[in-house]
């Protein structure tokens, strides 16, 4: 969207909130170009890092609804929908860097993902839930979600299978901190890297399961965590 999550301050004139949001992106990159004016037409990173900061710029993605064809995924050198739809680690081992060149590397991970699963754990393990794998396997596996509803006096979703899958999730977090240290320790310092998932997630809250057609504040919720090399 060109900005990163940000704060929603009351009694602020946006225009001097986005110019102190651009000032942050210039402390990000130690550059001065990021203004407003620098980025329109497209007001979009990738393609002014490209253009205008001399980035290569690559994506990595799990989620083949992340694509170049869709307007959103522009502006890139390289992009790749990796093997499996769960396996950051995959991404470090293809990742290359110039010194000629600063290089910004935008990772859509899944192992967070419904159905939350590490790489190495055998799909016929993945989590069945009656209703949802049906879903997830026929349409997209973006279309996973849905009001927890009594189906023919059969509970759809109970409470402690949403638990578990809700831990699952944690368990996905938890490794993922470790693939982040491997990545810390592979990139050098002329690199900029936002690793993302792709919206939030619902157990439950309000009765709802999973994300898919949604509008709920859960769905928008993505932990935002930045750090830079020194
Ligand atoms: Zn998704």
């Known amino acids: 969207m060109g900005l990163l999550p940000h704060s929603s301050p009351p009694h602020v004139y946006a225009s001097e909130y986005y110019k102190k949001d651009f000032i942050k992106f210039n402390e990000r990159f130690g550059v001065?170009?990021?203004?407003f004016k620098s980025?329109?037409?497209?007001?979009?990173?990738?393609?002014?890092?490209?253009?205008?900061?001399?980035?290569?710029?690559?994506?990595?993605v799990s989620l083949p609804v992340l694509n170049p064809k869709t307007p959103v995924n522009v502006g890139f050198d390289s992009f790749k929908l990796m093997d499996k739809h769960n396996d950051m680690a995959a991404?470090?081992?293809?990742?290359?860097?110039?010194?000629?060149?600063?290089s910004f590397y935008l990772l859509n991970v899944g192992e967070t993902h419904y159905p939350y699963a590490l790489p190495d754990e055998p799909e016929d393990l993945w989590?069945?839930?009656s209703g949802v794998h049906g879903v997830f396997k026929h349409l997209d596996d973006h279309i996973v979600g849905g009001k927890l509803v009594e189906e023919e006096g059969e509970k759809f979703f109970d409470q402690d299978k949403l638990d578990q899958l809700y831990e699952r999730q944690i368990t996905a977090v938890k490794y993922l901190d470790k693939?982040?240290?491997?990545?810390?320790?592979l990139v050098?310092?002329?690199?900029y890297i936002t690793v993302t998932s792709d919206h939030g997630e619902l157990f439950g809250e309000e009765g709802y399961f999973g994300h898919g057609p949604i509008m709920h504040e859960k769905v928008f919720e993505v932990p935002f965590v930045e750090g830079k090399l020194r």
């Open 91 to 102: 991404m470090l081992n293809e990742m290359t860097f110039s010194e000629d060149y600063p």
């Open 179 to 185: 693939v982040f240290e491997k990545l810390f320790d």
């Open 188 to 191: 050098p310092p002329n690199t």
């Open 32 to 35: 001065r170009e990021f203004e």
């Open 39 to 60: 980025l329109v037409p497209q007001l979009y990173l990738p393609p002014f890092m490209r253009t205008k900061l001399g980035y290569k710029t690559h994506a990595f």
């Open 127 to 129: 989590p069945r839930i």
